[in-house]
């Protein structure tokens, strides 16, 4: 088996079998393939395509390039949650505390995040003292006592992925279905959960730009969840606006934590309740709406909450943070961003409002880069909501004075203001289970 001979054989638009799939996966993470030839391969397949098996194949092979975990040694049914990332995505600050104070355990492995916040590693560090390096036992420990933990990613995960999505963001093929498909469920398979509820987002701030593009790739995921013996269960979610009013890290840790307490922005907490209900029901806590109303009323009496304070002390946190969030980190500067005319808001663009984030330090450009976990912006007015000319829209929170000015021009431009209130999609616009 030669690896110019499997790049020929895609290129000319046949199907790569089992052993093929293997081989690749396999030489390529072990350094035996060079990064130009694995390039040709993935421009090949993003040509080409992979069918249903292919996918499939692919994903079983990035699952096997590494250790799998082994979450026996955790008490308990346990279901994990994955994003397709999103701005101002904060629903595991809240999923998962609320889904592990209702019985069901939260094991939840998180990377850093690329671009325009940190991860949700990089959220909860924003609270002094708390640890996401934690070690396989200190992991089992804290989900064993509070019922939930959230660390860094084994540096041993499906390390194929790792060297895969390395070189897709560098050669033009991210965007390409099959390797989405396998990348998201190699690493979600390896990480040991009984069953998985997926968050798929559609819209300007996602790669999913149509609902019929998140449909295909979330049918496709849970396809392959069942096909690996686990639950899996998908919701596809807006992202043509950022969720909630709050994008970067230490701002979105308070976002959240107003949810925990019964309040906070109706439409994050719609979706984590959705979110949460799903993951209650793959846990067999009873039907979709039963775990609905079990979810609401965890928010509303404070039992998420609670939930929430037991993981931050667990992994070394200062609880004080969590009682008065005014302890979390803070910007330097904060600057309004005022409506330019009266009207109502029609767009909010998601993926520049992200960007904006970016320049103002939540985010980071590379891996190596550190984020400002003060940094970020909170949204006054969103898509739907009608404006007064000199009204504020937004606060920049920032460190950087140097960059107010460009990231206002971008919330600027991001926001389109019309005469007329615009038709407004629901947060969860479809179940696949």
């Known amino acids: 088996m030669h690896i110019t001979d499997i790049i020929i054989k895609k290129r000319d638009g046949g199907k790569l079998n089992k052993s093929e799939i293997e ?21 090949a397949i993003c040509l080409k395509g992979m069918d249903e098996e292919e996918t499939e194949n692919l994903t079983f092979a990035i699952r096997d390039s590494g250790e799998t975990v082994d ?9 994990d949650k994955h994003s397709t990332g999103g701005v101002g995505d904060k629903t595991t600050l809240i999923v998962a505390p609320l889904v592990a104070s209702l019985g069901i355990k939260v094991a939840k492995m998180s990377g850093r995040g690329l671009g325009h916040t940190g991860g949700t590693v990089d959220k909860l560090e924003s609270i002094k003292g708390f640890r996401t390096s934690l070690s396989k036992e200190e992991f089992f420990a804290a989900v064993n006592s509070a019922g939930l933990a ?45 069953g998985i509820v997926l968050d798929v987002k559609v819209g300007s701030g996602s790669f999913n730009k149509t609902p019929e593009d998140a449909e295909k790739l979330a049918k496709a995921m849970v396809k392959i969840g069942g096909a690996a013996g686990k639950k899996t269960a998908a919701l596809l979610t807006d992202m043509d606006v950022p969720l909630g009013k709050a994008i970067g890290n230490a701002l979105e840790v308070k976002e959240a934590l107003e949810v925990l307490h019964g309040g906070g922005d109706s439409t994050l907490a719609e979706l984590c309740t959705e979110l949460a209900a799903v993951m209650l029901h793959l846990g067999d806590k009873g039907s979709i709406d039963e775990c609905r109303n079990m979810a609401k009323d965890a928010l509303a ?3 998420a909450f609670k939930s929430f304070v037991n993981m931050v002390k667990a992994q070394g946190g200062d609880a004080e943070c969590i009682y008065n969030p005014d302890l979390l980190p803070t910007a330097s500067f904060v600057y309004p961003v005022k409506a330019e005319k009266t009207g109502y808001i029609t767009v909010s663009d998601a993926k520049e409002y992200g960007r904006a984030s970016l320049i103002l330090g939540a985010g980071r450009e590379r891996k ?23 009204e504020v829209i937004a606060y920049l929170h920032t460190n950087r004075e140097n960059a ?19 038709k407004t999609a629901p947060v969860v616009r479809g179940l696949i289970l």
Do not use: W
């Open 23 to 43: 081989y690749v996966t396999k030489e390529y993470t072990a350094g035996n393939i060079p990064d130009y030839q694995i390039s040709a391969l993935l421009m």
């Open 71 to 79: 979450l026996s040694p955790i008490d308990g049914v346990k279901i």
């Open 150 to 194: 959230v660390s860094g990613q084994s540096g041993n995960l499906a390390p194929a992925d790792k060297k895969l999505y390395a070189l897709r963001d560098v050669t033009g093929t991210v965007e390409n279905h099959s390797l989405i498909v396998s990348s998201i469920m190699g690493k979600k398979l390896a990480s040991g959960a009984d």
């Open 301 to 303: 009496s404070g039992k």
């Open 368 to 390: 190596e880069d550190g984020v400002d976990h003060a940094a970020g912006i909170i949204m006054e007015k969103r898509r739907g909501d009608k404006v007064q000319a000199g």
């Open 404 to 422: 107010i000015a460009e990231a206002a021009r971008v919330v600027l431009s991001a926001t389109e203001i019309g005469d007329e209130a615009p």
